[in-house]
């Protein structure tokens, strides 16, 4: 739909880059659209029309504002299974542990499984350049000043990747506890991250994220002996926003708690 | 700070069907955004003002009706009204509640000419 924030820059668009190919993906391709220039006038609406336009004709609509992100994300879902490929929506707060427990999954089921990321960030190709060091194909999507990735970023994203059929597609979303909630991507499944260097109250500070997650994993557990969080207490207060979600306790650094979630992810990918 | 850029999303969506029904100024738009929807109201108020529009939506006034959220109770089936995503049941203390009402943000309508 946009690069969110509304202070869509010209210098600062979205960049899509696979590490390795820096420079051949300039203008035109997936490139987000421009937000609208027409007019450019910012108008104070101050005054009051009496009722001047009494002739005039109302016109229903009854569109929704996020219809043209839904659809996109409705032919993004469509398009992944007719290719049988499994989507997957990692979201959580800038500095959870996304990329680290990305690595560990990746390097533990490749034997098993064929990966393909997009990596979302505002700028840096740090993330692609770790998920490229393990041998998967990835894309970094640079947002600029945007604060989530959208259907649109991820249809162009999938299209450059050439994301092979059957395949895992992991979209690790910009760290952001607020944004990317409203922005479905076709995912099948959404899975929001907290790490235990949080407050266990983040789910009802941002419940927004936690409600339209399928999935929470706590991770860096291994960290549990040197500080507050409370587990127990995080895992009530997500259930409190969404009694639907599914928990796993991890630490993506020892690979404590990681064969539950591998257990649940190749039955996921088994049951497509 | 998303509320902007949503702004714009719906300036855009109003002049593309407001230029297919041959609109030469459009005055009013009505919204209907529910309190759970994700957007801050203020930052909506701030941002439809401050929006850049073209000739045709320069002098357009939007009208929202805010949408109380409305929760059911997933044990008792009882429908109250809530303010969050996590409130618990009136009726029976459960937290297995289902957001019946409350997340849209629709364009309704608009007033032309």
């Not at chain 1, 533990?108 to 194909?137: C, H, W, Y």
């Not at chain 2, 939506?57 to 089936?77: G, M, S, W």
């Amino acid at each position: 739909m946009c690069n969110t924030c509304g202070c869509d820059q010209p210098d600062n668009k979205t960049k899509y880059t696979i590490p390795g190919h820096d420079h051949e993906h300039g203008q035109g391709e997936g490139q987000a659209r421009d937000p609208q220039q027409a007019g450019g006038r910012a108008h104070a609406h101050t005054h009051h029309h009496e009722q001047d336009h009494s002739h005039s004709k109302v016109v229903q609509l009854e569109q929704d504002v996020l219809a043209k992100n839904n659809l996109k994300a409705e032919r993004n879902r469509g398009y992944f299974d007719a290719k049988n490929i499994l989507a997957i929506n990692m979201v959580s707060s800038p500095g959870s542990g996304k990329t680290t427990l990305l690595e560990k999954i990746i390097t533990d089921l490749k034997p098993e499984m064929s990966f393909f990321v997009i990596e979302g960030d505002q700028q840096s190709l740090n993330d692609a350049r770790r998920i490229d060091a393990t041998g998967t194909p990835v894309l970094q999507i640079n947002t600029g000043s945007g604060c989530h990735l959208d259907a649109e970023m991820v249809d162009k994203a999938v299209k450059q990747l050439r994301v092979a059929d059957g395949a895992v597609l992991v979209i690790e979303n910009v760290g952001n506890l607020v944004c990317p909630a409203m922005f479905d991507l076709g995912e099948a499944c959404r899975i929001v991250i907290i790490s235990v260097t949080e407050g266990e109250d983040k789910p009802l500070k941002y419940p927004g994220m936690f409600h339209s997650s399928d999935v929470c994993v706590i991770n860096k557990t291994d960290l549990l002996p040197h500080v507050d969080f409370d587990v127990e207490k995080a895992r009530e207060y997500a259930m409190q926003v969404n009694h639907h979600l599914r928990f796993f306790e991890v630490s993506a650094k020892t690979g404590e708690g990681m064969d539950a979630f591998y257990i649940w992810l190749k039955g996921l990918v088994k049951s497509r | 700070m998303h509320e902007l850029s949503i702004v714009v999303n719906i300036l855009d969506v109003v002049e593309e069907n407001a230029a297919r029904h041959n609109a030469t100024v459009v005055h009013e738009i009505e919204m209907e955004v529910g309190e759970l929807s994700g957007v801050e109201f203020d930052a909506l108020s701030f941002a439809m003002e401050h929006a850049p529009k073209s000739e045709m939506l320069k002098d357009v006034t939007f009208t929202i009706r805010r949408i109380q959220p409305v929760a059911r109770c997933n044990e008792c089936d009882h429908p109250f009204a809530t303010n969050e995503y996590s409130t618990a049941c009136p009726h029976c203390g459960s937290f297995k509640t289902e957001i019946i009402r409350g997340n849209e943000l629709r364009i309704k309508s608009f007033n032309m000419d």
